[in-house]
């Protein structure tokens, strides 16, 4: 089955040069690259990635993720979409990985990430280096070493690195627009992919590496959008989503929430201070 790579861009020049030179190094190449823009223009002088690259532009002052997403869905021509994060490198497997997954199943395919220290990426690929470098994420399970392994948990849905087919993305509507700015769009689409049947695997071999940006706890650059989003969420599910935020939040004193409320009550909003001071040192990698 032919295969499209997808990434949403605003902004992270270097960690997109950095994604494209890792295309350009898989076991087996893409068919294409769609790069949905959420800026202006392209940024110029990009690296070959080994395969064609196409380029779609979604407005928004707010990140329009949800919209991106879709916009770089109905673009891509592969009958296969893997959606990598801006932030990732692909490891020289990925795409054979996913490809083969998809051509033998009909699901959501989630493949392990590592988290990169500062630093860790050079001009020149070096994937031991990374992998001796790169931790995994706390909070999520082990990747199987062979094949791949039944998640019965949909909210396992790991933005930065999944595959479907095309025709899969399409039957469920793709992302929920109404989400704006960060937070909860993923979370919806993991509901609705438990509501449809449709069944996730974690897959071996499907390594991407996550490359080091700067991370707030709490989260309060994005404050209005998870705020905002929380509550479209419960509206339309009747339950809270990104409660670890929400309680994060809640301590620092800029809300009230539990996981009972009706609603969330605004306190107080995060002082340009308050958001500067959330910012982690740079050896912090997880939020």
Known sequence: MSLSV?????????????LMKSLALQSEAPDELV?????????PDLPDPGCPVRHVFVAGE????????????????GGTLVFLDVDCLASPGLV????????????????????????????ALDFERLDALGLVHPAKPAV??????????????WGLSFALRARTYA????MDESFVGYGAEETDFAHR??????????????RAYHQHHAVHVPPLHHFDAILANAARFRAKHGRWCME??????????????????????????????????????DAVRFS
């Open 6 to 18: 997808l990434t949403l861009v605003r902004g992270r020049r270097a960690h997109l040069v950095n």
């Open 35 to 43: 790069i949905a823009w959420m800026q202006e223009a392209a940024e």
């Open 62 to 77: 707010a990140l329009p993720l949800a919209a991106a997403r879709n916009a770089a869905a109905r673009a891509a021509r």
């Open 96 to 123: 054979a990985r996913y490809r083969a997954a998809a051509d033998e199943h009909d699901g959501l395919f989630l493949g392990e990430v590592l988290y990169l220290p500062g630093g860790a990426v050079g001009a």
């Open 144 to 157: 199987p070493e062979l094949g791949l392994r039944r998640e019965p948990d949909c909210g396992e849905l």
């Open 171 to 174: 039957a469920l509507g793709g």
């Open 193 to 206: 992919l438990g509501a449809a049947g449709v069944l996730l695997y974690w897959t071996a071999g499907a």
């Open 244 to 281: 670890y935020w929400l309680g994060q939040m809640t301590r620092s004193g800029h809300i009230e929430w539990d996981e009972a409320a009706e609603a969330i009550a605004l306190r107080r909003r995060p002082s340009e201070a308050e958001i500067a001071a959330a910012r982690q040192p």
